[in-house]
């Protein structure tokens, strides 16, 4: 089935850049999502791009498509411990309205 | 700013017992999702609601599942005969629009004893 993939952690030091990637399979997604989940919080929507583009910019946070890979990558400038949480990358399943396939998520750690 | 807000935020109960899990989406938007979280795994989707009526469902919302937007403000998911495996954490989500962007609630943490 469609699945969407990430990896489960992430190190960087107070002030550097943050990557963090994810695949998907599903070539029929038309939005792409990163989501925040802070301890003992819901999932906050940080950002989203649609399929037809290839960047989005917002404030320290860039996303960047690569449809043909299906490729997706969240680059957090400057990154703040204050970034330290789980990042959520879906994607809408097929033609559906709203069924989002999640990633398991990457625990972002920021040292300072 | 506007937001999804999900009462109660932890709800225990004892296995086959019937919740209610109540959620208030954003004021002007149209479609409303649930998804749940097993501890440990990813969000899954559960099912979808516009216009009174379910637009999708997973395989995972079998009849043992409902929603149900009572009034103008709420939207809930109850489950009939609950079992240990639905302890999880049940996120509501809102759109304003078609494939719009989905704004998630905080949670209800359900155990089920």
């Known amino acids: 089935g469609e699945d969407v993939e990430q990896s489960l952690f992430l190190s960087v030091r107070e002030g550097d850049s943050s990557v963090i990637n994810c695949t998907y399979t599903?070539?029929?997604?038309?939005?792409l999502y990163w989501y925040k989940q802070e301890p003992g919080a819901g999932l906050q929507l940080l950002t989203y791009?649609?399929?037809?583009?290839d960047m989005k910019q917002d404030q320290r946070l860039t996303v960047l498509l690569n449809k043909k890979d299906k490729h997706l990558s969240l680059r957090i400038a400057d990154t703040q411990t204050g970034d330290s949480a789980i990042y959520f990358c879906?994607?809408?399943?097929?033609?559906?309205?709203?069924?989002?396939?999640f990633g398991k998520g990457t625990k972002l750690s920021v040292k300072p | 700013e506007p937001e999804v807000t999900q009462t109660p935020s932890h709800q225990v109960t004892q296995m086959g017992q019937e919740v209610i899990l109540r959620c208030v989406p954003i004021?002007?938007?149209?479609?409303f999702y649930w998804y749940r979280q097993i501890l440990g795994q990813k969000v899954e989707f559960l099912v979808s609601?516009?216009?009174?009526?379910?637009?999708?469902k997973s395989e995972i919302f079998d009849d043992q599942f409902s929603v149900e937007r009572p009034d103008g403000s709420n939207f809930t998911l109850k489950i009939r005969s609950t079992k240990l495996e639905d302890s999880a954490m049940y996120f509501c989500?809102?759109?304003?629009?078609?494939?719009?962007?989905?704004?998630f609630g905080p949670g209800t943490r359900l155990t089920v004893t």
């Open positions: 989500a809102s759109s304003e629009r078609d494939r719009g962007e989905q704004y």
């Open positions: 599903d070539s029929s997604s038309t939005y």
């Open positions: 791009i649609f399929s037809n583009m």
């Open positions: 879906a994607a809408n399943y097929g033609g559906s309205q709203g069924n989002l396939i």
């Open positions: 004021s002007n938007h149209l479609y």
């Open positions: 609601f516009y216009n009174n009526e379910i637009s999708e």
